[in-house]
């Protein structure tokens, strides 16, 4: 049965990191040259008490040393800490999905002996390096080629005459890049027992010699959280490093049924652009009364909430039916890919939720001084960030009509 009745836990979980977003993370956020993107660079003294409060293995087993929260549970962490600040919250909720797969359901026990106790450390951050330029350099999906999935994986890892594998590739738009010290790389493995062509995933420590980053952090850049660059030269990695067959497909989450994390950071934006605006609305005073009690500007906060609270419905139905699979088998739910749903929908939402904020404060609003215009530069990323929108609106109309882009080993055959 689908039920969104929020634990004693989960409510407890909320308000606590509501309560520290808007002590410690806001704050920090709203001084004068971050709204003005001068300066976007990560707080480790509030990374370090976010990870004291069990943030960042917030979805890490219990008998791993994590929180064990389920997918609502970190949705709900995720929107509230992006009310406070969206990097912040997008680097939390990265590291928190990553260990849980990563350590959960990736690792043998041994790895997970071996890679537990450097997680155990606040500063260790995880990463997933994963995508890879097209043919013609640019990164993303296009449509209008084939579907070619593994086929594109450049780096390779080649296997030496002791057992290791030697990596050498380049990775883009890695998210957690400039602070992570695991990092969780695909490859293409040469050779690989009677499997030649084969796509792995290795485990690659900081400190590998041959793996180097360079941070994407500067005031121009078009996602939330921290992102960059890794390259690997001859960059050799334990044979042991190597993560079972399916650890790529399970890290990518194509199919869109798992949390809709990205989401609920651009909800906590949009809920943060909301709380300010209606602030404003009740102390600005005109023609005699607060210009809350004047129509327009009732009915554009009015609809301001609307749009926040059916994308927090989509977020919170696609978290659900990720932590209960059963109720799409069983029809309580569609057999849709609910999280890029709620990813397609909340991107558009916030972004106009957020312009209404912005003109609730009339010509206030786009001073460089004021919150609405970090909010409102917040918001347009979240167009822009999995892909896009176009991208994610893509994908569900393949899984409405139920048909696939056509493989790029079926068209070399065909030809």
């Not at 836990?9 to 993107?37: G, N, S």
């Not at 990374?47 to 917030?58: D, E, I, P």
């Not at 399970?250 to 199919?255: G, H, M, P, V, Y």
């Amino acid at each position: 049965m689908y039920n969104l009745h929020l634990s004693a836990e989960q409510l407890e979980i909320r308000d606590t990191v509501r309560d520290f977003a808007a002590r410690q993370i806001k704050p920090f956020a709203l001084k004068p040259a971050r709204i003005e993107a001068l300066d976007r660079s990560l707080p480790a003294d509030l990374l370090h008490k976010a990870s004291q409060l069990g943030l960042r293995t917030l979805a890490l087993s219990e008998d791993h040393g994590g929180a064990g929260a389920d997918n609502l549970t970190g949705c709900i962490v995720a929107e509230e800490l992006a009310a406070g600040d969206p990097d912040v919250a997008s680097v939390l909720a990265e590291t928190s999905r990553l260990a849980h797969l990563l350590f959960d359901r990736a690792m043998t026990g041994e790895q997970r002996e071996r890679f537990l106790p450097q997680l155990a450390d606040d500063g260790c951050h995880l990463a997933f390096a994963d995508r890879e330029a097209d043919h013609d350099g640019a990164l993303g999906i296009n449509y209008h080629r084939p579907d070619t999935g593994e086929a594109e994986v450049k780096t390779k890892a080649a296997r030496t005459g002791k057992g290791d594998w030697v990596l050498s590739g380049h990775k883009l738009c890695v998210a957690n890049a400039p602070l992570a010290q695991l990092f969780a790389v695909t490859a293409r493995l040469e050779p690989h027992g009677s499997d030649s062509d084969a796509v792995g995933t290795l485990l690659v420590p900081r400190d590998t010699p041959g793996l180097s980053v360079v941070p994407h952090d500067g005031p121009d850049r078009w996602f939330h959280g921290t992102c960059g660059e890794v390259s690997f030269k001859g960059c050799q990695v334990a044979g042991q490093n190597l993560l079972g067959r399916g650890t790529h497909d399970l890290l990518r989450d194509d199919a869109g049924r798992g949390a809709p994390l990205s989401a609920a950071v651009n909800l906590g934006i949009g809920r943060a652009a909301y709380e300010a605006a209606l602030d404003y609305a009740q102390l600005r005073i005109q023609g005699g009364r607060r210009i809350v009690e004047h129509q327009a500007i009732g009915a554009k906060l009015a609809e301001v909430a609307i749009r926040l609270e059916v994308a927090r419905n989509a977020i919170w139905q696609a978290a659900w039916a990720s932590d209960h699979p059963d109720a799409v088998a069983d029809r309580s739910l569609p057999d849709l890919p609910l999280a890029t749903l709620a990813r397609a929908f909340t991107a558009e939402a916030v972004h106009r939720a957020v312009k209404d904020a912005a003109e609730c404060f009339g010509a206030m609003g786009v001073m460089r001084d004021m919150p609405l215009q970090k909010y409102v530069r917040d918001a347009l990323m979240c167009l822009h960030a999995d892909g896009g929108v176009s991208d994610g609106k893509l994908k569900l109309a393949e899984a409405i009509v139920g048909y696939r882009r056509t493989g790029a080993a079926s068209l070399r055959a065909a030809e």
